[in-house]
């Protein structure tokens, strides 16, 4: 069965640089979910979209953007890159309001 | 604020052995998921429990849903090292928003 698929998988950058991750949701999921977690921490939640538009915001820093693309793939914009950014970024998709969520292997970001 | 408390925070034990993992609130749940998430990867869905009183298993693990939907448990029968992992509860708050409890991290020692 397919799965979420995020990418890339591992990424560093320096301080004050910006990355985009990416995040291609299980065919027919249209709600995508961000979460950041750090080591030893549980996943954090960040922002989701339904049908491409933001349905809900969490503890998103205002350096981060995100949106969801017609074809339902998501991608999480990140500037000014901070030390304290460096964590593991998952993606998860549902079906619909699902409370079921699917998460996809995560992108490693490390800063600099 | 509808909150998810897990117990125990950590839960070391010996293969073989028996243990039980607790997701409480104060607050009612239309359902509850618990997850497992193994270090570098992404929380797995284990199982949604949905009706109070629920009993629900998958192979050595048995998930109960409260009578009263406040609370769930998750039992492990005869522990093994793949059972390693970090343990999450998950579910719909009143304003419809996914909340996850802080889990509990479970090592298994052979």
Redo the contacts between chains.
């Keep these: 069965a397919a799965g ?1 698929i995020q990418s890339p998988r591992h990424l560093i950058k320096e301080k004050r640089e910006t990355a985009t991750l990416k995040c291609y949701p299980i065919p027919r999921h249209d709600t995508v ?1 961000w979460y950041q977690q750090g080591p030893g921490q ?2 954090q ?1 960040l922002i989701s979209f339904y049908e491409k538009m933001q349905s ?1 915001k969490g503890s998103i820093p205002d350096r981060f953007s995100a949106q969801q693309f017609s074809d339902y793939h998501s991608e999480l914009n990140m500037s000014s890159l901070e030390l304290g950014d460096s964590a ?1 970024y ?1 993606c ?1 998709s549902s079906p619909g ?1 699902n ?8 992108t ?1 970001l490390t800063v600099t | 604020t509808q909150l998810l408390e897990q117990s125990p925070q950590f839960l070391s034990i010996q293969e073989g052995e028996n243990l039980t993992v607790y997701c409480n609130s104060s607050s009612v749940f239309s359902s509850l998921q618990w997850y497992r998430q193994e270090p570098g990867e992404g929380p797995v869905l284990l199982v949604t429990v949905v009706t109070g009183g629920e009993v629900k298993k998958l192979k050595r693990l048995t998930f109960q849903f409260g009578d009263a939907r406040k609370d769930s448990s998750l039992h492990i029968t005869a522990a093994q090292p793949g059972d390693t992992g970090l343990y999450l509860c998950a579910g719909p708050n009143r304003d419809d928003k996914i909340i996850f409890g802080k889990g509990t991290r479970l090592h298994i020692l052979p």
Aim: aromatic content about 32%.
């Design positions: 979420v979910y549980d996943p939640f809900d593991l998952f998860a309001r409370y079921e969520q699917y998460f996809g292997p995560g490693r």
